[in-house]
Structure formats: structure tokens, C-alpha cells
């Protein structure tokens, strides 16, 4: 089993930045992908960035290149999502989520969920 717990969330002006984390426990001593995944109110479920268990690849939806960035840190168990010119339409609840396969993220298929934070940008 893995725990996940994001922090980070809040309320930010368009434009500004945010930097979401997201702490694993439990077997970390697996190879997980890893992805932060959105949900705002009244739409589905979408990835927003994945990274593979080395973080020597990394995927993003369209809408956020170029101005966010999904990163992690092994030795600390942490993965972060970097949110730069952040737009109303970014508002949702960011969730951080693990798999043993990225594709597995990619599909949203993961095996283990974070609780969510909620991240609200003011136009």
C-alpha cells in the first residue's frame, strides 16, 4: 500500500504561481509512476502531468506546456507539479496519483490516490 498526501493548494490571482507536493509513504521502495490529475466542478477527471518512476520522462496535457512542471525527488518521496501563469480555468481539485506503469497514469487507471487540494485562481 502507498499513502498520498498533497499540500500546496489555494487561492492565487491569474497569473501567479503555485508549487503543489505530494508525499508517498508506505512501500516507496517500489518503481511508481506518478501523476497529478484535476477535477473541476461538473467536468470529468482529466491528467494533467505523468512522470516515469526515473523522472527522465515526462507528459503533459496541452493546456498546461509550457507552464507547469511535474518533478520528483526520490530521497524524499515527494513529487511536485510547479504551476506557473496559472489561469481561472486551471481552478479545480488537484489530486496526486501513482501507478507501477506510466501508462497506467496515462490512462488514468492509477493504483493509488491522494485526498486532493483544491487550487482556486481569481480572474
Known amino acids: 500500500q502507498v499513502q498520498l498526501v498533497e499540500s500546496g493548494g489555494g487561492l492565487v490571482q491569474a497569473g501567479g504561481s503555485l508549487r503543489l507536493s505530494c508525499a508517498a509513504s508506505?512501500?516507496?521502495?517500489?518503481?511508481?509512476?506518478m501523476g497529478w490529475f484535476r477535477q473541476a466542478p461538473g467536468k470529468e477527471r482529466e491528467l494533467v502531468a505523468g512522470?516515469?518512476?526515473?523522472?527522465?520522462?515526462?507528459q503533459y496535457i496541452d493546456s498546461v506546456k509550457g507552464r507547469f512542471t511535474i518533478s520528483r525527488d526520490h530521497a524524499k518521496n515527494t513529487v511536485h507539479l510547479q504551476m506557473t501563469r496559472l489561469k481561472p480555468e486551471d481552478t479545480a481539485v488537484y489530486y496526486c496519483?501513482?501507478?507501477?506503469?506510466?501508462?497506467?497514469?496515462?490512462?488514468?487507471?492509477?493504483?493509488?490516490w491522494g485526498q486532493g487540494t483544491q487550487v482556486t485562481v481569481s480572474s
Open positions: 496519483a501513482a501507478a507501477g506503469l506510466l501508462g497506467s497514469i496515462v490512462g488514468g487507471t492509477a493504483n493509488y
Open positions: 508506505g512501500r516507496t521502495d517500489s518503481r511508481y509512476a
Open positions: 512522470i516515469h518512476w526515473s523522472g527522465t520522462f515526462t
